[in-house]
Every structure is written in structure tokens, then in C-alpha cells.
């Protein structure tokens, strides 16, 4: 018999804490009603039940590999392959040994046909683009999640969780980073920057977390901090009733959204000194993350079910067909001049940059790598488009910062941003 102990561990990669009656919530139950069938033995209903799943989060690597291994154990060795190709096609590599007796039956089946698949899945490792390092900056324990790009002034800001602070960064000296708030005024662990270049304010989306440093005077609530950079303070702190943990932000025309992760809403801004309003909220969102304006919309990842398109006028929420590649993953999100996407993809190989080209009405999607592999890559989770340049953060490491405290497995690096010119 073909072993399903690692299409079942890899179904579970990419999981989130579900919102009520989110897809994800959805797509967890079918796999818990997978799982059951496949301990029964009923591999067909435990196939049907997890294409349900997939359906629910289209380009799921552990929903993919859970297909490949239940059609194996039903003795469908052609849908076997289908389901390997299907995950190919998505972007993905199966170790096929890992998974006891299915590479034996696969090849006995069809030795043409796998050594085909086989050169694909190889393709789809081998690393795409090449970028240059911008700078290091040495926090290598202040867990920088995000940063905003300040051309105009030569400076980088980074926003940090761990330390719950807002650093700014001179290109000509990257080595001594200068910290511009933190958690003694009252910031919480950062999650998202954005640059309002027309008002000269810095947005800072926080909330507090287990990583949020405590026993320090302030208010670290969930937040949109605005630190102008005129004065060098904090001059608004936006809050609305009912948030749950503030993800992304971006400003477009001096128009701010942040997204909440948790709540399953987005939030709008249309002034630096009026108040935060719902922009846009739905019950199938379950982790929503990057934010982008192009195309005469809002764009936003949810890290668990993948791009939706917030409509301008009705502000009702589509999601995007994905016609080749997966948008499951993603975590940053940006656009260049052109008005083109580009997202950041973590949790699952290859990660990195990649560029998300959207049908003329934005309905369909080809996700195709520009970044992956590169060497300075652990757990990348932003990405910013200026000056005709590519910037992603490298190196977040959550992995590095346990939130009961246990020192980590290996040593923490220093942040890295690559640039690269935009493809």
C-alpha cells in the first residue's frame, strides 16, 4: 500500500485560524472528512472530499500532493499522474520517495510519462531572476516583517514585530539604522508601512500580538499609526471598533487601505486627519494580507484562498480564476507603473517574487515566478515597486521567533532587502 502520511502533513502548510464561515473554515472541515474516509479506506470518498477542499483553495500544495496519493492508494494510477501534473502545473515538486511505494508504482505504470513529469517538477526548482542585495541592516532580533521605500529622501523604514518599532534607514550608512517610535508611544508590533509621499506621512499598521514587547507605558492596540515625517512624530493614531489585527497598508493619491487579517475587512482612510471606515468585509476572507490599487480597483491576497478584487463601486469582493501557477501563500503584494502585479509567496517551495498577470476584466490570473531561489531567501514577505525598481524584504524568519520565548533554533540574520529592476 501507498502511504497518505505526507499528503495529509502537507495538507495543513498552509492553514490560518478560520474566520466563521470562511472558505477556509469550509475547505478544513472537508479535510477533517478526508482524513476520516482515508483512515476507512474508502479512498474514493476521501478523493471527492478533498477536491471539494481544493476547490475551496485552488493551488493548495498539500490539497494537491493529498490528490496525488489518494488516487495512488484507489489504484487509479492514471488520475495518480493527472493529480502530479495538476500540482506541476501549479508551480510545485513532489518527492515522490518520501512517499513509500508510490514512485515504484508510478514508474512500473507509466515510465515515460513519469520521466516527463519528473523534468518538470526539476524545472519548476530551478531558481528564476536575479537580484542584488540593497542592504543589511543589523536587527537580526527585531523580526522586520515590512518597509516603505522613501526615494525622495533616501531612506528606507522598516517595521518591525518583534520590537515593536519603526526604524528609518540612509542608504549611505544602512549599518546604523535610526529608530523612529516604539512601544514606549505607544506602538504595537508592525505588520505593514506604506508611504504617503504627497503629505510626507509613514502609516504603520500594528496590533498587539505575543510578540509585542509588555510591561512599557502606552496603548499598543491594533492601529493605524501615522508618524509624519515632517515633524518626526506620531500625529494620528486611527482605530475603529470591532478590529482584529491590522495586516497590510497602502496609499494611493493620498487615499490609505489596510486590510485586517483576522476580521476579514478592509479599512479605508480618505484623509490624514478623518476617521477609519469599512471599506469592504466578507464572510469567505480568512487571512488577508497584501494590498494593491491598479487597474481602477483594490486588489488583496488572503494568504489561505488567494486574490480577490474589491469592485470600486459596489465594493463587493470576486475572487480571481487562477489559470495557471497558485496564488495560495501569498503574502505581500505591489504593483508597478504599469499597473501590473506582483506578489510575494512564502510557506511553500519555491518561494519568492511573482509576477501575477491579470486578464483584461481581472477576472482570470497566470502567476509565473520573476524571483525564486535566491540565496539571501528565508521566508520573504514584502515586496515594494519604486524608481523603476523591484525591492523585497529576504528574510523575515517567524520561524526564529517562538512566542512562548524558547530561544531559537539556529542563529537570526540580519534583514535583508534585494532589488532588482522591475521585469
Given at each position: 500500500?501507498?502511504?497518505?502520511?505526507?499528503?495529509?502533513?502537507?495538507?495543513?502548510?498552509?492553514?490560518?485560524?478560520?474566520?466563521?464561515?470562511?472558505?477556509?473554515?469550509?475547505?478544513?472541515?472537508?479535510?477533517?472528512?478526508?482524513?476520516?474516509?482515508?483512515?476507512?479506506?474508502?479512498?474514493?470518498?476521501?478523493?471527492?472530499?478533498?477536491?471539494?477542499?481544493?476547490?475551496?483553495?485552488?493551488?493548495?500544495?498539500?490539497?494537491?500532493?493529498?490528490?496525488?496519493?489518494?488516487?495512488?492508494?484507489?489504484?487509479?494510477?492514471?488520475?495518480?499522474?493527472?493529480?502530479?501534473?495538476?500540482?506541476?502545473?501549479?508551480?510545485?515538486?513532489?518527492?515522490?520517495?518520501?512517499?513509500?511505494?508510490?514512485?515504484?508504482?508510478?514508474?512500473?505504470?507509466?515510465?515515460?510519462?513519469?520521466?516527463?513529469?519528473?523534468?518538470?517538477?526539476?524545472?519548476?526548482?530551478?531558481?528564476?531572476?536575479?537580484?542584488?542585495?540593497?542592504?543589511?541592516?543589523?536587527?537580526?532580533?527585531?523580526?522586520?516583517e515590512t518597509f516603505a521605500v522613501d526615494i525622495d529622501a533616501e531612506r528606507l523604514y522598516l517595521g518591525a514585530v518583534?520590537?515593536?518599532?519603526?526604524?528609518?534607514?540612509?542608504?549611505?550608512?544602512?549599518?546604523?539604522?535610526?529608530?523612529?517610535?516604539?512601544?514606549?508611544?505607544?506602538?504595537?508590533?508592525?505588520?505593514?508601512?506604506a508611504l504617503d509621499g504627497r503629505n510626507r506621512i509613514l502609516y504603520a499598521a500594528t496590533a498587539r500580538t505575543a510578540l509585542t514587547p509588555e510591561g512599557?507605558?502606552?496603548?499598543?492596540?491594533?492601529?493605524?499609526?501615522?508618524?509624519?515625517?515632517?515633524?518626526?512624530?506620531?500625529?494620528?493614531?486611527?482605530?475603529?471598533?470591532?478590529?482584529?489585527?491590522?495586516?497590510?497598508?497602502v496609499v494611493q493619491d493620498g487615499i490609505v487601505y489596510a486590510s485586517d487579517s483576522v476580521e476579514g475587512r478592509i479599512y479605508t482612510l480618505t484623509a490624514p486627519r478623518n476617521v477609519l471606515e469599512i471599506y469592504a468585509e466578507d464572510s469567505r476572507f480568512a487571512s488577508l494580507q497584501g494590498l494593491a490599487v491598479a487597474q481602477g480597483a483594490l486588489w488583496v491576497v488572503d494568504y489561505a484562498t488567494g486574490l480577490w478584487r474589491i469592485d470600486p463601486v459596489s465594493r463587493e469582493a470576486s475572487r480571481v480564476e487562477v489559470l495557471e501557477g497558485s496564488l495560495i501563500g501569498f503574502d505581500g503584494l505591489t504593483i508597478d507603473s504599469y499597473g501590473e502585479l506582483y506578489g510575494v509567496r512564502n510557506g511553500v517551495q519555491p518561494h519568492g517574487v511573482f509576477h501575477i498577470a491579470l486578464d483584461a476584466w481581472g477576472q482570470q490570473a497566470t502567476v509565473r515566478p520573476v524571483l525564486t531561489g535566491h540565496p539571501d531567501f528565508d521566508e520573504p514577505t514584502t515586496a515594494r515597486v519604486s524608481d523603476g525598481r523591484l525591492f523585497v524584504l529576504a528574510n523575515a524568519q517567524w520561524e526564529l521567533f517562538p512566542e512562548d520565548g524558547s530561544p531559537p533554533q539556529r542563529e537570526r540574520r540580519d534583514p535583508v532587502i534585494l532589488f532588482m529592476p522591475v521585469p
Open positions: 500500500m501507498i502511504t497518505l502520511a505526507l499528503a495529509l502533513a502537507a495538507s495543513l502548510a498552509l492553514s490560518d485560524t478560520p474566520a466563521p464561515g470562511s472558505l477556509l473554515g469550509q475547505s478544513q472541515a472537508l479535510r477533517a472528512e478526508t482524513r476520516m474516509l482515508a483512515a476507512e479506506g474508502d479512498w474514493a470518498g476521501a478523493a471527492e472530499a478533498n477536491a471539494a477542499a481544493l476547490a475551496l483553495q485552488p493551488g493548495h500544495f498539500g490539497l494537491l500532493t493529498n490528490a496525488v496519493a489518494l488516487a495512488a492508494n484507489g489504484g487509479d494510477l492514471d488520475g495518480a499522474l493527472d493529480a502530479l501534473d495538476a500540482l506541476i502545473q501549479a508551480g510545485f515538486s513532489l518527492d515522490l520517495a518520501a512517499a513509500r511505494g508510490l514512485e515504484a508504482a508510478l514508474q512500473e505504470h507509466a515510465p515515460s510519462r513519469l520521466a516527463a513529469l519528473r523534468e518538470r517538477m526539476a524545472q519548476n526548482l530551478v531558481p528564476v531572476g536575479r537580484a542584488e542585495r540593497y542592504l543589511s541592516v543589523p536587527l537580526p532580533d527585531a523580526l522586520v518583534a520590537d515593536a518599532s519603526i526604524y528609518a534607514v540612509r542608504l549611505d550608512d544602512p549599518r546604523n539604522p535610526e529608530r523612529l517610535a516604539g512601544p514606549e508611544d505607544g506602538m504595537g508590533s508592525v505588520y505593514g508601512m512599557l507605558p502606552g496603548e499598543r492596540e491594533t492601529a493605524l499609526i501615522a508618524f509624519d515625517l515632517f515633524t518626526g512624530e506620531i500625529s494620528e493614531r486611527h482605530t475603529i471598533a470591532g478590529a482584529g489585527r491590522f495586516s497590510d497598508v
